[in-house]
């Protein structure tokens, strides 16, 4: 090993946020050098958002095709995953290739450094044979892998995570899905739609199990008429795997037979394999603990899904902005999460932002709710859509402290909550505003008066 490289900055992760922060601060003139294992950009254009998004995008053609003989006359629909498998290779991920992005990165003036890093002390980096010294500071940007829980016989077993999952080229003829968040019912959903038999186990009682219990009914009833199998508030005890594909053994319910099993049951940051304890921070914490400047230590920053505020690509990108101005020296306005927004992208769409209601009243807050159906609004009542717009107001404060968009596009509709929580639009603001007819977005003005005065 021979003398430290001293550069001012060390980038772990090159993934949504690491590749953000790297770029940005070599575009400011600093020396930074990258240090990626994998594939420069990470899970989200090559197994994570962007390849998903486009099986639903197929999927959902194939549900509005279906939708065809309700409304228009006939249509016949012949699924076929080689499109879908064949987009996904060719336009997403050029066969899981990052040169592009590598070339961008380095052009951007970025040393890219191919290979797994850890830290060795303070201030410094080592990837195989080389070290790095970062004079400024190092940032941790190293993400989250698919997390496997500790069920007796599962390990042994092929199950996929998402990366098998999005790189499947012919499907199963049945799949269980473990796990009932965004990520599981999101594949569950696409599958269905492509013919193939797909159960979600959930240990919750309700799917979505983090955002409102209308949305978990709302998406339990649409996965039903896919002809998903749904069990909820079911413990699994022991996978096994044979000839025949997986049996998942539930404690007092029957076993779930299926082909394949996706592990879809949260995110995991890999502490332990960071070096940790040379900067005086515990590997066996779930996520780095950030300040809101996301700084983790003495020249430190973590940013995106490690720092653990929501693991979303949006997460990353706006923590790679705060890191980015605090390690410039810039001034700028310190982290804020009362406003994160979430999409779970099934059809109908969930967008949330800010507080759920059971959240609220956890924090004391004076709580008044409003929700409307879709269907009490004209363009829901129209395109037959299910969905809903609840509203979770501060009476105190008179603003809102979150909402839910269910429905056709309601990752968009979501916009306009999404500003009035950010922007703490006073509920009577939000009252005396013109809603565009016949939208979608007129619904969150059908749940106001539920707010009171
Ligand atoms: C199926 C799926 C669908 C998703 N859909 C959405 C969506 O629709 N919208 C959304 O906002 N988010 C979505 N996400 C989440 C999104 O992909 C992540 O939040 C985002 O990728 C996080 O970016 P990151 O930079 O924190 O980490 P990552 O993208 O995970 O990148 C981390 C990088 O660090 C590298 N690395 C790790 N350890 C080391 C090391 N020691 N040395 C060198 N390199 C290392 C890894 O190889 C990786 O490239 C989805 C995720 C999945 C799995």
Same mark, same amino acid.
């Given at each position: 090993?021979?003398?430290?490289?001293?550069?001012?900055?060390?980038?772990?992760?090159?993934?949504v946020?690491?590749e953000e922060?790297?770029g940005?601060l070599?575009?400011?003139?600093?020396?930074?050098?990258g240090?990626?294992?994998?594939?420069v950009?990470?899970?989200?254009p090559?197994w994570?958002?962007?390849?998903?998004k486009m099986m639903?995008r197929a999927?959902?053609?194939l549900?509005?095709a279906?939708r065809?003989? *309700?409304?228009a006359?006939?249509?016949? &629909?012949?699924?076929d995953?080689?499109p879908?498998?064949?987009?996904i290779?060719?336009?997403?991920t050029d066969?899981?290739?990052?040169?592009a992005?590598?070339?961008?990165?380095?052009?951007?003036?970025?040393?890219l450094?191919?290979g797994r890093?850890t830290?060795t002390g303070?201030g410094?980096?080592?990837?195989?044979d080389?070290v790095?010294?970062a004079?400024?500071g190092i940032?941790?940007a190293?993400?989250?892998?698919a997390?496997?829980?500790?069920?007796e016989g599962l390990?042994d077993?092929?199950?996929w995570?998402?990366?098998?999952?999005i790189e499947?080229?012919?499907?199963? @003829?049945?799949l269980?899905?473990?796990g009932?968040?965004?990520?599981?019912l999101e594949?569950a959903q696409v599958f269905a739609r492509?013919g193939v038999r797909?159960?979600?186990?959930?240990a919750n009682p309700?799917?979505?199990?983090?955002?409102e219990p209308e949305?978990s009914e709302?998406?339990?009833d649409?996965l039903?008429?896919?002809?998903?199998? /749904?069990?909820?508030g079911v413990r699994v005890?022991?996978v096994?795997? @044979?000839?025949?594909?997986?049996t998942?053994h539930l404690a007092?319910?029957?076993p779930?037979?299926?082909?394949r099993?996706?592990?879809a049951t949260?995110r995991?940051a890999?502490l332990g394999?960071?070096g940790l304890?040379a900067?005086?921070l515990?590997p066996?914490?779930?996520?780095l603990?950030? *300040?809101?400047?996301?700084?983790a230590?003495e020249g430190?920053?973590?940013?995106g899904?490690v720092?653990?505020?929501?693991?979303?690509t949006?997460?990353?990108?706006?923590?790679?902005?705060?890191? /980015?101005?605090?390690?410039?020296g810039?001034?700028?306005?310190?982290?804020?999460?009362?406003?994160?927004p979430r999409?779970?992208?099934?059809d109908?769409?969930?967008g949330? &932002?800010?507080?759920?209601?059971?959240?609220?009243?956890?924090r004391?807050?004076?709580v008044?709710?409003?929700f409307?159906?879709l269907?009490n609004?004209t363009?829901?009542?129209?395109n037959?859509?299910?969905?809903?717009v609840?509203?979770v107001a501060?009476?105190?404060?008179g603003v809102?402290v @979150?909402?839910?968009?269910?429905?056709p596009?309601?990752g968009e509709?979501l916009?306009?909550l999404l500003?009035a &929580?950010h922007g703490?639009?006073?509920v009577e603001?939000?009252r005396?505003m013109?809603y565009t007819?016949p939208?979608?977005?007129?619904?969150?003005?059908?749940?106001l008066?539920?707010?009171g005065r």
């Amino acid at each position: 090993m021979g003398e430290p490289a001293v550069v001012d900055v060390v980038v772990l992760g090159l993934g949504v946020g690491g590749e953000e922060v790297a770029g940005r601060l070599a575009g400011a003139g600093l020396s930074v050098v990258g240090v990626e294992s994998r594939l420069v950009g990470g899970e989200c254009p090559y197994w994570g958002c962007v390849p998903s998004k486009m099986m639903i995008r197929a999927a959902n053609a194939l549900a509005e095709a279906r939708r065809v003989d *309700d409304l228009a006359g006939r249509a016949t &629909v012949t699924p076929d995953w080689a499109p879908v498998a064949r987009r996904i290779r060719e336009d997403a991920t050029d066969h899981w290739n990052d040169a592009a992005a590598a070339d961008r990165l380095t052009g951007k003036g970025v040393r890219l450094v191919r290979g797994r890093g850890t830290l060795t002390g303070p201030g410094q980096v080592t990837v195989g044979d080389d070290v790095f010294r970062a004079t400024r500071g190092i940032v941790i940007a190293t993400g989250t892998a698919a997390s496997v829980p500790p069920i007796e016989g599962l390990r042994d077993t092929p199950y996929w995570t998402n990366r098998e999952a999005i790189e499947v080229e012919r499907l199963p @003829g049945s799949l269980i899905v473990l796990g009932g968040g965004a990520i599981g019912l999101e594949l569950a959903q696409v599958f269905a739609r492509f013919g193939v038999r797909v159960t979600v186990v959930e240990a919750n009682p309700r799917l979505l199990a983090m955002e409102e219990p209308e949305s978990s009914e709302l998406l339990a009833d649409a996965l039903r008429r896919d002809g998903v199998e /749904i069990r909820t508030g079911v413990r699994v005890e022991r996978v096994g795997h @044979g000839a025949d594909g997986f049996t998942v053994h539930l404690a007092g319910a029957e076993p779930v037979t299926g082909e394949r099993l996706l592990v879809a049951t949260g995110r995991q940051a890999r502490l332990g394999e960071l070096g940790l304890p040379a900067v005086g921070l515990d590997p066996d914490a779930r996520f780095l603990t950030v *300040d809101d400047r996301m700084r983790a230590g003495e020249g430190i920053w973590a940013v995106g899904d490690v720092a653990g505020h929501g693991a979303f690509t949006h997460m990353a990108m706006y923590e790679a902005g705060i890191a /980015i101005r605090d390690i410039l020296g810039q001034d700028g306005p310190p982290a804020d999460y009362r406003a994160l927004p979430r999409v779970t992208f099934t059809d109908p769409e969930v967008g949330a &932002v800010g507080l759920t209601e059971a959240q609220a009243r956890e924090r004391g807050i004076d709580v008044r709710v409003g929700f409307n159906p879709l269907s009490n609004s004209t363009r829901g009542w129209i395109n037959r859509s299910d969905g809903f717009v609840k509203l979770v107001a501060d009476a105190q404060r008179g603003v809102l402290v @979150g909402g839910t968009s269910a429905g056709p596009s309601g990752g968009e509709v979501l916009s306009g909550l999404l500003v009035a &929580v950010h922007g703490e639009v006073p509920v009577e603001r939000l009252r005396s505003m013109i809603y565009t007819y016949p939208t979608f977005h007129r619904a969150i003005e059908g749940a106001l008066p539920d707010l009171g005065r």
